[in-house]
């Protein structure tokens, strides 16, 4: 019953009405414990289910203090594939929610826990939220430093320009344009220079051939030998 009661939840909290009801009837917290103990079905539904109702801010912010960051980290890490990949994309847009979330992030070591679920995921729909999340992390110094200190890291979104799908190739591009590379690493990924060519006469998503453009004048700036 626990089960079909949340599936129901997670269904109707994508409208907002419905997610700030759920809000005020006392139901983050009940998501939440439901995330830490309840099966694998109701963790995916229940974490779907705040990923929904983390679009409204003022939820955004009762979720932080439910201590709702730290579960969705251990889902990420633990989860079965389908609260692995909702994980993913509730952490992306509390990421981009503000400086606060990313702080609250950081603190448990989202960045580092995305970064290894990079490596593993072959999931593109679940890459994409990872890397959104990751964009929105480097905004943040100690986030930036760190990963430009990956060379793993430079050399996965270069793999991802090359293969993977049209959005992750457009995210990809976007952190490779955002990040000062050093030499030897733009030696390494040099391979993707010819996919960000190509990638510079897609019309399609907007914006993909000017974030082409910009992550190939950084890989092309400085002395490549």
């Known amino acids: 019953m626990k089960e079909k009661a949340v599936m129901a939840v997670e269904f109707i909290t994508t409208d907002t009405d419905n997610a700030w009801a759920i809000s005020a009837y006392g139901g983050v917290s009940i998501l939440i414990e439901l995330c830490k103990s309840g099966s694998g079905t109701a963790q ?33 890490v633990s989860g079965t594939p389908s609260a692995q ?36 995921s072959s999931n593109s729909d679940t890459l994409e939220h990872v890397l959104r999340a990751i964009y929105s992390l480097s905004d943040s ?9 990956s060379t793993t890291f430079i050399v996965e979104i270069a793999e991802l320009i090359k293969h993977g799908n049209i959005m992750l190739q457009h995210i990809s591009a976007s952190l490779l344009a955002k990040l000062s590379i050093s030499d030897d690493n733009k030696r390494a990924i040099g391979g993707c220079m010819g996919s960000l060519v190509k990638l510079m006469e897609s019309a399609k998503p907007d ?19």
């Open 44 to 76: 995916s539904h229940s974490i779907g289910a705040i990923k929904n109702v983390s679009t409204v801010e003022d939820i955004r912010i009762a979720l932080a203090e439910e201590g709702a960051i730290p579960v969705l980290v251990q889902l990420l």
């Open 141 to 149: 110094d100690v986030s930036y430093q760190i990963l430009l200190g």
């Open 207 to 225: 914006g993909l051939q000017e974030v082409a453009a910009n992550a190939l004048v950084s890989l092309l700036s400085g002395e490549i030998k």
């Open 85 to 120: 990949e909702k994980a993913a994309n509730c952490i992306a847009i509390l990421a981009s929610s503000g400086e606060y979330f990313r702080g609250l992030l950081l603190q448990e070591k989202a960045l580092q826990s995305l970064l290894q679920f990079l490596h593993e």
